[in-house]
């Protein structure tokens, strides 16, 4: 499999329920990412990732804690989230993530918090 | 800080129309400049891209050229088809202390039959 894949495609969450999100890529990538993207807002870098290493963190609420195990691999746990937290999740990977390289989108997970 | 600016959605076209979706940005350095491309239900595609200033990304009839002066990256296609309905984002990112992109806020394209 090629690409960058994200399962689950779409996911309902109670507040009180854990959850996690997962990210796989197979291009020998060494950078991933974690975006929000919201309803008429520009994507928000969440978490970037660089040989398994969180290099970089903007201000994430600490409901969402990101994993990454290998660098096929990335993971977002989401516990006690909040109905504004209702987004599509994108994972995104790079050949590094210093430099001018284009990223890699996965298609997303729909979260909805009810 | 750097920053993206597209213009508002939606566009709406017909068929075979010239298309035009326009991009300023705001920066400190030298970016690279990119388009990518959110079809419906799917993540983002890369489209085009332009690394230095007066280079033209060009990919499936889109171009857009950078444009230091104007600090702009205007996507143009000569004929749109229904098939390029789809959320447009241009973007930014410098090959120095961080490659991360910074994205404007997309531009919903609508062409009709």
């Known amino acids: 499999e090629t690409g960058v894949t994200q399962t689950p495609r779409h996911l309902v969450m109670g507040m009180t329920n854990k959850k996690s999100l997962k990210c796989e890529q197979h291009l020998g990538h060494n950078a991933m990412y974690w975006y929000k993207q919201s309803a008429k807002k520009p994507l928000e870098l969440m978490f970037v990732y660089s040989l398994e290493e969180r290099v970089e963190n903007n201000s994430v609420p600490s409901r969402f804690s990101p994993e990454c195990p290998n660098s096929s691999h990335l993971f977002l746990h989401l516990h006690t989230l909040q109905p504004e937290d209702s987004a599509l999740y994108l994972c995104?990977?790079?050949?590094?993530?210093?430099?001018?390289?284009?990223?890699?989108f996965g298609s997303g997970t729909r979260l909805t918090v009810v | 800080g750097d920053s993206v600016t597209q213009m508002e959605g939606p566009v709406t076209l017909s068929e075979e129309a010239f298309l035009t979706i326009n991009c300023t940005y705001t920066?400190?350095?030298?970016?690279?400049l990119f388009w990518y491309v959110q079809y419906p239900g799917e993540g983002l595609q890369l489209l085009l891209k332009a690394t230095k200033a007066d280079d033209k990304g060009s990919n499936k009839g889109f171009e857009a050229t950078y444009r230091k002066e104007t600090t702009s990256f205007h996507l143009e296609k000569g004929s749109v088809q229904v098939s390029d309905s789809a959320v447009y984002f241009c973007?930014?990112?410098?090959?120095?202390?961080?490659?991360?992109?910074?994205f404007g806020q997309g531009t919903t394209l609508q062409v009709k039959p």
């Open positions: 920066a400190t350095g030298y970016p690279s």
């Open positions: 995104a990977s790079s050949q590094e993530w210093r430099g001018n390289y284009g990223y890699t």
């Open positions: 973007a930014l990112s410098y090959s120095g202390n961080t490659g991360k992109l910074i």
